[in-house]
């Protein structure tokens, strides 16, 4: 049953691998709102797809976790990710009007970024009100 946690990343990287895999994939706008809008795309892609795999990875609820369970499951969640990321980047370049850049492995991780951070910010603030709560 545990296993099932890992269809919402599932789904996010066959999403991405289907947009990944039109060809000569263009908008309409002018080039930097179109450079705006493919580069958000990547980054809201890939805050979803930490997250999703963050969940999967999770042994108990975040709350409980300690620092190196918390670790852990970010460094999962980042590998499994990162190599997503290399993946579809790698793959846009068998895809006509397509082309894998490093450029957008970097956007990728900010959105890696942009999820941990939110992540551990909730983690940290609970942590913080348990030890607050437990001291008193």
């Known amino acids: 049953m545990k296993y099932l946690r890992f269809i919402p990343a599932i789904i996010i990287i066959l999403i991405i691998w289907y947009w990944s895999d039109i060809p000569g994939l263009k908008s309409d706008y002018t080039p930097i709102i179109d450079f705006f809008l493919r580069k958000g ?23 409980t976790l300690s620092l190196n ?13 990162f190599m997503a990321a290399l993946l579809d980047e790698w ?3 068998w ?16 959105g890696f970024l942009f999820a941990y951070i939110l992540i551990w910010s909730i983690w940290t603030l609970y942590s913080k009100s348990k030890t607050t709560s437990i001291k008193k």
Do not use: C
């Open 41 to 63: 795309a990547h980054m809201i892609e890939y805050t979803l797809l930490y997250l999703a795999l963050f969940w999967a990875f999770l042994p108990q609820s975040i709350f």
């Open 69 to 81: 369970q918390f670790n852990l499951v970010h460094t999962h969640s980042f590998v499994i990710g």
């Open 91 to 93: 793959h846009q370049t």
């Open 95 to 110: 895809v006509p009007g397509r082309e894998g850049k490093p450029l957008d492995i970097g956007f990728d991780i900010l």
